[in-house]
């Protein structure tokens, strides 16, 4: 059983640019999450999706961003336009149906724009 | 709307001795779970243990147990026969039973492990 991973590890963008993460679940896991950490804190939640329908999108979540869960499999985070204030690492999580209160963490995608 | 407090930045240890990090939390509803998440520098976060707020018995994972008292919303975190790979940034969290949608994460505590 493999765990949650995400593509790519790192990314270095100039501002303005567009870029897209991807994240694959735990497989049969019905719920991924989408957090942002940024240097010296804890993870904040940006978004979740139960199957493919989004259930829920925190305020941190700004127009610019998008995410999709096509077939309820693998998830992407498309970040356009981007800023400055968007460097941080980004990671997804997955939880059961079994367990849906304990979500299993992919290593992250680091974004860096310059 | 749910907190968490972890007011130890950093802690350090000697290896082999036993430490306690520290955690509160501040919320209305009588049921939810707490976490304790393990994040290695430039590793993944991975979950070191986990307590149901329903269950008084204080969970345990092998040389990590936890002391949670409810009626002072405290969680902490013992880890005894500290190891190097102990090390990592140590992150408190909690999650409601209702709204099983997202994790509310503390700023965590760096661990240090000193030969």
């Known amino acids: 059983d493999t765990g949650v991973s995400q593509d790519p590890r790192h990314k270095i963008t100039k501002r303005g640019q567009n870029v897209t993460f991807r994240c694959d679940p735990i497989?049969?896991?019905?719920?991924l999450y989408w957090y942002r950490q940024t240097l010296g804190q804890g993870p904040e939640f940006l978004t979740y999706f139960q199957n493919e329908a989004q259930l829920e999108k925190s305020r941190l979540l700004s127009d610019r961003f998008s995410a999709e869960r096509p077939k309820g499999s693998f998830s992407t985070l498309e970040i356009q336009r981007t800023e400055q204030g968007d460097s941080a690492m980004y990671l997804c999580a997955s939880s059961s149906y079994r367990s849906q209160e304990t979500q299993y963490f992919g290593p992250g995608t680091r974004l860096l724009v310059l | 709307a749910q907190t968490v407090t972890q007011s130890q930045p950093e802690m350090s240890v000697q290896e082999a001795e036993t430490v306690t990090l520290s955690c509160t939390y501040d919320t209305s509803e009588s049921d939810y779970y707490l976490f304790w998440y393990k994040q290695p520098p430039s590793r993944q976060m991975i979950l070191v243990i986990r307590?149901?707020?329903?269950?008084?018995q204080n969970a345990t994972e092998n040389r990590f147990s936890v002391n949670f008292q409810k009626a002072a919303k405290s969680f902490s975190l013992k880890i005894s026969d500290s190891q190097l790979g102990d090390a990592a940034m140590y992150f408190c969290?909690?999650?409601?039973?209702?709204?099983?949608?997202?994790?509310?994460f503390g700023k965590g505590t760096r661990l240090h492990i000193l030969p």
């Open positions: 307590q149901e707020a329903y269950k008084q």
């Open positions: 969290a909690y999650n409601s039973v209702n709204r099983d949608d997202k994790i509310i």
């Open positions: 497989s049969e896991h019905n719920r």
